[in-house]
């Protein structure tokens, strides 16, 4: 069978009731197949649909952490790098690539051009330390609407700037959360451009997962059809290194 991704995000759209105009597309006979069929079935099917489009809880201000810790890679420190944060990320562009129509190279400026959403949430690390922070980005959705994604286009990729042990830091998620309204490329935090340690110019943040899948110091969007031609195969550095899960969600 088939797929493409309009009936699979229609579908989801309409499940979740999101997009009024598009919900016709829920009703198309295929979709549930999509669900219960194929190789991702599992993937899908760990959380229910519903489940996985409802929004991660939001905070007030006055319940932000006076910390936030950094964690992991808090500078990637390579020369390349290093000549980004020297010019003020003047000359850095995210590459949007892989199965899309309109590759795009977008500069910093270009993104914090594009509408933007804050939002106030909890981060919670699967070493067990959690911080309530506000972040300000756009919300990838606008960014891969502007690629145009490909139908065979089925998982997300996010290329980072920082070596661990040599091998560039990595992650990947599904087209769900992708187009979820929360996931956005985060500029922004605590009302200040992101700093190196929390993963200047661009992080993810991906609400409804742990804190190892909010890929930080991002470089590259790709968008890809199968994660197992990807790296280690397993969608993420910590995934294809050690145990964690590919589907990390809280
Ligand atoms: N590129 C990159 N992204 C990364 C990491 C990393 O080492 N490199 N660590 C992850 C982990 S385990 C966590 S908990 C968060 C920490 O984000 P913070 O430094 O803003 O607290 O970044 C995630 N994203
Ligand atoms: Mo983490």
């Known amino acids: 069978m088939i797929v493409t991704r309009r009936k699979l995000i229609g579908g989801i759209a309409a499940?979740?009731?999101?997009?009024?105009?598009?919900?016709?597309?829920?009703?198309?006979?295929?979709?549930?197949?999509?669900?219960?069929?194929?190789?991702?079935?599992?993937?899908?099917?760990?959380?229910?649909?519903?489940?996985?489009?409802?929004?991660?809880?939001?905070?007030?201000?006055d319940q932000m952490s006076p910390i936030f810790r950094t964690n992991g890679s808090t500078n990637?420190?390579?020369?390349?790098?290093?000549?980004h944060v020297d010019s003020a990320f003047a000359n850095w562009r995210l590459q949007v690539d892989g199965l899309v129509r309109h590759p795009l190279a977008l500069s910093l400026a270009q993104i914090r051009s594009m509408p933007a959403r804050t939002q106030i949430t909890?981060?919670?690390?699967?070493?067990?330390w959690s911080?309530?922070?506000?972040?300000?980005?756009?919300?990838?959705?606008?960014?891969?609407?502007?690629?145009?994604?490909?139908?065979?286009?089925?998982?997300?990729?996010?290329?980072?700037?920082?070596?661990?042990?040599?091998?560039?830091?990595?992650?990947?998620?599904?087209?769900?959360?992708?187009?979820?309204?929360?996931?956005i490329l985060a500029w922004g935090m605590n009302d200040h451009l992101l700093t190196v340690g929390h993963g200047a110019p661009l992080r993810l943040r991906i609400e409804r997962q742990l804190g190892y899948k909010h890929?930080?110091?991002?470089?590259?969007?790709?968008?890809?059809?199968?994660?197992?031609?990807?790296?280690?195969?397993?969608?993420?550095?910590?995934?294809?290194?050690?145990?964690?899960?590919w589907y990390a969600g809280i």
């Open 131 to 183: 911080a309530i922070g506000k972040w300000h980005g756009v919300p990838l959705k606008l960014v891969l609407d502007q690629a145009g994604l490909r139908p065979n286009a089925r998982y997300i990729v996010f290329h980072c700037a920082d070596l661990i042990g040599g091998a560039p830091y990595y992650e990947s998620i599904d087209l769900v959360d992708a187009f979820h309204p929360q996931t």
């Open 122 to 128: 909890r981060h919670d690390c699967v070493e067990g």
């Open 15 to 61: 499940a979740s009731g999101l997009l009024g105009g598009c919900d016709r597309l829920g009703e198309n006979p295929a979709f549930p197949k999509i669900l219960f069929s194929g190789e991702d079935a599992h993937r899908f099917l760990q959380r229910s649909l519903t489940d996985r489009m409802a929004l991660a809880r939001e905070y007030r201000p």
């Open 76 to 83: 990637p420190g390579t020369p390349e790098y290093q000549a």
């Open 215 to 245: 890929a930080k110091f991002v470089m590259r969007v790709e968008a890809v059809d199968d994660l197992r031609r990807i790296r280690g195969g397993k969608g993420g550095f910590w995934e294809d290194t050690t145990d964690y899960e």
